[in-house]
Each structure stands twice: as structure tokens, then as C-alpha cells.
């Protein structure tokens, strides 16, 4: 099921999925988007999620905070810079705020469509973004006695994302270092997590490349006698500096090297999907071997985008990029992975939590460094065979990927997670609390005040985009009028 009503509909592969396997029907869940309650209780959660980056916990995430405290409610913001508020302060304020959610009844909203489904188990996933009904999914199966579960869907979705605003009857988690995160982070009790490995990289242990060295360099116009060095682009957080410009500078500070491997390797670089606007104007004119490709990025989900960027990692001798899952999935390979870390990106990277997971401790990942020369180096030493560690990613994904399992799919650990908990008793169902048929009537007021705000944001977003459009439209007719005005 989904949540939000997709103006292209479901994507090609889920239609394959349902086709393939008859016992699968989609369905999407009931709209509770520009609903007066719903946005209340979004409100609040976003007033949630900016106290929690005020905790100790994120001391050193300055941007996460930033980001959050641009989403959250001015009287939030208020309380908690002009009010002496300590962390036992802040938890009580938090407690409040989840009173007042738990008031909304947002939940109702879904009563009828579980007992219509009548599932076995309710499987919640992202769950933890920041505006989404899935909080209000879950609590109505708290409340109607079905059985549910979340299952964490990424690397910084429990240290970067939503908060938890209830318990799940079980958490699914990747490894330890979520299961920490799922119990410091959110509260959750260490005997609702199961780890069962990252499910989500199964693929890439299985996989086998389409196509030769020779002709994959051939295919995308790099030299076949040389190593090759992909480098992988981010999704940066809001504010950091145009990835691109810094990739331009990387190359050219590669092909400057005092070592011939580094300045005479091919170079790939793979822009992200999410930026792709931001490369059709970049030049590497004047460097050889280095290639952009795909051009404008592309989403490796179907069979063809994900075969050239399996190809795109297999081939290459290592792998570099500022913080992204892709280096995860070279991890999986047995590619070395390196990173810069240069202050201008420090928000992105040891400005959150998640990326430390992949830097620090005795399974850490990445090759790191604080200069480009110093990078350039320790690249020269694994292109020329010199690595001094040459089991580090495979240490990192027996500890990060696949934890006490190493040979085992983690998708097959999930499903029989989740058939042990379709066997078991369903949970009683946890009554909602009479005092909220009395708070709920005195916060209509401020349910109406966030429905009109979110009117007023879409007015607004419809007037700038009606000035804008005039603007080009005014320009077009300048410059038609002006190549008119020119004398053939």
C-alpha cells in the first residue's frame, strides 16, 4: 500500500512485482493530506523533531538542526531559545506535544480501512520521513489489535530523519548500530528490534557483471588499459556548495599528482539522480580519460540502469564520494572506498550522525583524508597494489551489511522475522484515551489556524510561480522583438 496518491501511478517494476506474484494487490491508503487535523498533528511533529536536535546526542550537526528548525513552528522555536530548558525540560515538552497529537485522533482516519484489509501484519516503512501518515497506519494498528512492524529502510533514516511517535510492536533494523539508534535515539525497547541485516543490498551479492572491461570501457569512452576510479555523487543537505564545481577541482587536482597512477587513471564520474540538472553545463575539456556518465544521472531501479551501475562499480579499482550509500554497495564489491573531507562539506558529512558509521571505529570504511594532495596519495597506493588494509570493506559489510550472517540473505531473515510475528498472538488493542474527547475540542482552533497556513503557502508558492512564468514570458518577447529589431 501507499500512502500518496502518485499522479504517474505505481512505477513500472511494482506493476511487474503484482504480475509476477498473483497473491499481491496495491492499494493506496486514505488521503489524509490538507486535512485540518492531519496538518495540526504534522505540526507537532515537526515542533518534535526540531527539539530533538537540541539534544547532546547532535551536539556536532549543526545543519540537521538548522534544517529542522526551518520546518518547525515558531512558538516551538520560541520556547526553546528564550526559556532556560534543560534535556528533562525538553522531554516534558516532548511528552506534551504527543498528548496533544495523540488528541488529534488522526488515527481514526485508517480505522476502517485495516479492518476492511484485515491484515496479518502491518509492515511500516520509511515511516520515520517527516510529513507522513504512516505515524497515524501504525497507531491505528495499536489501537485495532493488528500485528506491526517497522522496517528501518536506510543507513540515516533513525539518526537524520522523522522521530518515532509511538512503539511498534517490532522494529527491523540492519545491525547493532541501528538497533543503538532505535533505542537511544527513539525509545524503543531492545526487545521489540530484531537485526536481520540490510535487506536492502541482498542484489549486489548476487550479481555478476553484463559485459567485459574492454567493452565497458568502450561503451562509455574510457581507456581499458588503464584503472579506473569512479567517483559517486551525493544527495547534500540544503546549502552545501554545487558538488560539481568541487568534482571539476578533484579531477584536475588528480591529473596535477606527483603520482603517475592518479594522473593517468581513467575517471568516472556517476552525477547523482536527485541533481542531475546541475551537469550539462560542467566541462572537463582538456582532461583525458575522464568521462560523465550517464549524463544527467539515473536511478539504478529497473534491470537496465541497475546492470551499468553494478558495471559502473565492478570495474572500477576504487571508489570515491562525499557521502553517499554508494559507498556501501562498492563496500559489497571488495572496492576500496575513499573520501575528502574538506570544511566546505563538513554539514554533509561529519556534520550527521550516519557518515561516522562509515569513518570511525574498527570496522570504518572509508580512506579519508584533509587535503587533496593527501587524498591523491592514497588513491596512487591502491592503484599501484600498495594497500595497506585491503580487508577493510570486507570487514565493514560483515559488521555493517550482513552482521552474523555473512552468507545469508538478509531478505530471507526479514521474511521469517515477519512470519514468526504473523504466527504469534496478535497484541491486545491499546484503547484510546477518554481524556482525548475532551482536549480535542479545544485544539479545533489551531487544527483551522494549520489548514489556513497551508493554504497560504500554496497561494504563495502559486504566486511566485505566476511571477516567474510572466518574468520568462516577458523576456521571450524582449528578445523576440529584439532579433526582429536587427537589421538581416
Known sequence: MTERPEKKGWPPSVHALAEDCPSISLSRMPVVANEPWWELACRLRQARFYLRFLEPEYR?????????RQRAPKPAIWLAESLPFGRSWRRLLVRGLDLLDRATRTAGAFHDYLRRLAPDVVVMTPLVVLKTSQLDMGRAALELGVRNTFAVASWDNLSSKGDLTFQPQQVIVWNDVQKRE???????????????????????????????????CAKVGLRADRPIVLYVCSALLEGSPPEPDFVVRWVRQLR??????????????????????????????????????PPIGAVPVDASSKTDYFDSLFHATAVVGLNTSAMIEA????????TVLLPEFHGSQEGTVHFHYLLTGPDALLHAARSLDAHASDLAQVLEGRDTDPTRSARFVRAFVRPGAPDR????????????????????????????????????????????????IKAERTRVKNEQLAEHRRRKAEALAARRATPQ
Open 60 to 68: 556536532g550537526t549543526p545543519a540537521l538542526l538548522i534544517r529542522a
Open 182 to 216: 532505535a533505542v537511544e535515539l527513539h525509545g524503543v525497547d531492545p526487545a521489540r528490534v530484531v537485526v536481520t541485516g540490510a535487506q536492502l543490498f541482498d542484489d549486489w551479492f548476487e550479481r555478476q557483471p553484463s559485459t567485459s572491461r574492454e567493452a565497458f
Open 256 to 293: 596535477s599528482s606527483p603520482h603517475s597512477a592518479v594522473r593517468e587513471c581513467g575517471i568516472l564520474i556517476r552525477p547523482h539522480f536527485k541533481r542531475g540538472e546541475e551537469w550539462p553545463a560542467v566541462s572537463f575539456a582538456g582532461l583525458e580519460n575522464v568521462v560523465c556518465w
Open 331 to 338: 563496500a559489497i564489491l571488495g572496492r576500496s572506498v575513499h
Open 409 to 456: 540473505r538478509a531478505t530471507d531473515r526479514v521474511v521469517d522475522t515477519l512470519e514468526t510475528l504473523a504466527a504469534s498472538p496478535a497484541p491486545a488493542p491499546v484503547p484510546v484515551p477518554m481524556w482525548t474527547s475532551f482536549v480535542r475540542p479545544m485544539l479545533r482552533p489551531f487544527a483551522r489556524g494549520a489548514i489556513e497556513r497551508l493554504e497560504g
